[in-house]
Nanobody, 123 residues
Framework: QVQLVESGGGSVQAGGSLSLSCAAS????????MGWFRQAPGKEREFVAA????????YYADFVKGRFTISSDIAKNTMYLQMNSLKPEDTAVYYC????????????????WGQGTQVTVSS
């Protein structure tokens, strides 16, 4: 069973930065691909970023390319999402996800989800 716990959400003005963290249960990164999804009010959940369990493959949604960076620290069993140049349309609940299949992470998020952390960007 994989457990995921997000942290680091909050409120920021447009143009600002936030860093999200996802703490995973032990050994998750040696077996699972990880990623981030988000859901804005009244909208469906959408893919944000993903990385393979080796960290060698990384994917981003077009709307975050050049602004967000996904990374992981295997020793700490933690994944990160550094978000820069935030826009009001980035306001959403951000979810950490995990699955053995990277394509599933990119498409539907996968088998495991965290509880989510709120990110609010004001104009």
């Amino acid at each position: 069973q994989v457990q995921l716990v997000e942290s680091g959400g909050g409120s920021v003005q447009a143009g600002g930065s936030l860093s999200l963290s996802c703490a995973a249960s032990a050994r998750t990164f040696s077996r699972y691909c990880m990623g981030w999804f988000r859901q804005a009010p009244g909208k469906e959940r959408e893919f944000v970023a993903a990385l393979s369990w080796t960290g060698g493959l990384i994917y981003y949604a077009d709307f975050v390319k050049g602004r967000f960076t996904i990374s992981s620290d295997i020793a700490k069993n933690t994944m990160y999402l550094q978000m820069n140049s935030l826009k009001p349309e980035d306001t959403a609940v951000y979810y950490c996800v995990a699955d053995r299949d990277l394509m599933r992470v990119r498409s539907i998020g996968g088998d495991y989800w965290g509880q989510g952390t709120q990110v609010t960007v004001s104009s």
